[in-house]
């Protein structure tokens, strides 16, 4: 499923809102989504993506496409954190061994 | 109480023993308890896993974007306000919304949203805090989604004086009618503290009842001999309040007259409930009602089932009534809809009108052998039909020592 179709399936499912208004360009803030909403929206989309977000969310998140751009970027830092990390660790146990 | 009279047009409850008016009367007149075990998820710790539950799912009752706002107490609260308003035909649209105010009485707030925000915090170790934290636990959030959801334009507050909240939300609605300062007032009480934290609290301080083991219903044994203490109850109860020519005038349905109204502190201990204190409430209420003693037809009791209590309140009203009191009937329905902290007056001067209103006198059950310091007619058992009541009275005493007692009288022209 893409990040797009995953987060309308949160919208619908804890929002209320109807899928076809979860359009990419759809706006935040005529979806009643304020600020308390979309900070506890982050807290959906750590258990929903397995991401972890560190610190507030960007201040400049205006629609949905927006939301979904920030998604994959956090999918894609997890992704280049657990490579650096196994190499990391790959370099560590070479350390040992040597 | 003097020149603008108070009509009570309307009556709202989501409670242990039903979510309507109806509902709640079917009950009184059958004496059917709303106690029962909890939840085992809840109550596994606890030592007497008992509790008045109300039958209501908020998902049913609010759409997901709301529901998540708001705490159990205040979507109780929204749908006994909603029936009150509905009961009293009032339509909003016609009425002057600046003259239209919200008092609630509640003792806890949002106890589920501060419970699970510690679990948050403490127990899962994590600093995921829901946002809505504040703004759902708060406890003036009741009252301020009725205003928000009817418009009301006048004054939105709310009391907390613990177990008499309500009551004085009731109480002091009315003073604002009779000061001329509005023209109708929604007002009553919400509490949902059937929490794990808040069960476990009330434990700690050996208050609870202990469970009957044969029939966890029959719990709560107010002015028993074996009484052990209160069971916890949740819900909402609300009451519209008018100006009595405004009510009049609109050819709205009056239910009853609130014409008394006392409150008192005891001034003496923070749980130990004074003699002195209730009877100077009883008192008042009757002073602001213009009423001699002689005149009260039936008496709620505040009843709570805790030791001091009842034998306390037993001999306030005998000091209050002398004689007369033994020929009052005198009940504490808490034996049914247990203990709603900061909702329960309002429950129960609700359940006074309902009395009233149908000629009934609602029953003390689970009272088979009284405590001999609780020597008056509790209506043991059963309800009594085709009472004559003109005049009723509510009791409601709160830990801290704020005592507050309503009179509701028949609606007669003057």
New interface residues.
């Given amino acids: 499923m893409s990040t797009l179709e995953t987060l309308q399936d949160i919208l619908v499912?804890?929002?209320?809102?109807e899928r076809d208004r979860l359009s990419p360009d759809a706006a935040l803030d005529t979806l009643?989504m304020d600020s308390?909403s979309l900070?506890?929206l982050m807290?959906k989309i750590?258990d929903g993506f397995h991401v972890k977000i560190p610190g507030d969310p960007p201040s400049d998140l205006r629609t949905v496409r927006d939301v979904v751009a920030y998604i994959d970027e956090l999918i894609a830092d997890r992704a280049a954190k657990a490579s650096a990390g196994s190499g990391g660790s790959e370099a560590k146990v070479g350390g040992i061994k040597m | 109480m003097t020149s603008r009279r108070v009509a009570v047009t309307g009556l709202g409850v989501v409670s242990p023993i039903g979510n309507s008016i109806e509902a709640v009367t079917r009950s009184l007149a059958e004496g059917r308890s709303g106690v029962r075990r909890l939840d085992p998820a809840l109550c596994s710790r606890l030592r007497s896993p008992i509790g008045a539950p109300t039958a209501f799912d908020g998902a049913a009752n609010f759409?997901?974007?709301?529901v998540?706002l708001l705490d159990r107490v205040t979507q109780l609260a929204l749908v006994a306000a909603g029936q009150a308003l509905g009961d009293a035909r009032l339509d909003l649209s016609a009425e002057q919304r600046e003259r239209c105010g919200t008092f609630v009485g509640s003792g806890m707030g949002g106890a589920e949203t501060t419970d699970a925000g510690y679990r948050t915090i403490y127990a899962e170790a994590s600093d995921?805090v829901?946002?809505?934290t504040v703004?759902a636990a708060m406890t003036t959030a009741p009252a301020s989604w009725i205003s928000i959801e009817h418009g009301l334009l006048g004054p939105s507050l709310t009391f907390s004086t613990a177990c008499s909240s309500s009551s004085v939300a009731i109480g002091e609605a009315a003073r604002r009618i009779q000061s001329g300062d509005v023209d109708v007032m929604i007002a009553g009480g919400a509490e949902a503290p059937l929490t794990f934290g808040v069960l476990r609290a009330w434990e700690a301080m050996r208050t609870l009842a202990a469970e009957d083991p044969n029939d966890p219903s029959a719990s709560c044994r107010p002015f028993s001999l074996n009484r052990s203490g209160l069971v916890l109850g949740e819900g909402a109860a609300f009451v519209v309040l008018e100006e009595w020519q405004h009510a009049v005038d609109r050819g709205a349905p009056i239910r009853a007259e609130l014409t008394g109204y006392g409150l008192t502190s005891d001034a003496s201990h923070i749980t130990r409930p004074s003699i002195q204190g209730q009877a100077r409430a009883m008192h008042a209420a009757l002073a602001s009602a213009r009423l001699a003693p002689g005149k009260i037809d039936y008496i709620n009791a505040h009843g709570s089932a805790t030791l001091q209590n009842d034998a306390t309140e037993t001999s306030a009203i005998k000091e209050v009534f002398g004689e007369r009191a033994y020929s009052i009937p005198v009940s504490s329905t808490k034996s049914t809809h247990g203990h709603l902290l900061g909702a329960a007056g309002a429950l129960e001067f609700v359940i006074a009108v309902i009395c009233l209103e149908r000629h009934m006198v609602s029953p003390t059950m689970h009272l088979d052998t009284a405590d001999p310091a609780c020597d008056l007619d509790y209506v043991p058992g059963a309800a009594r039909q085709a009472v004559e009541l003109k005049a009723v009275m509510s009791n409601s005493f709160a830990f801290g020592g704020t005592n507050a007692v309503l009179i509701a009288e028949v609606p007669r022209p003057r």
Avoid: K, S, T, V
Wanted: proline letters at 10%; charged letters at 40%.
């Fill in positions: 499912r804890d929002y209320g809102l009643g308390l900070l506890e807290f750590e | 759409d997901p974007a709301r998540r995921r829901n946002p809505y703004l």
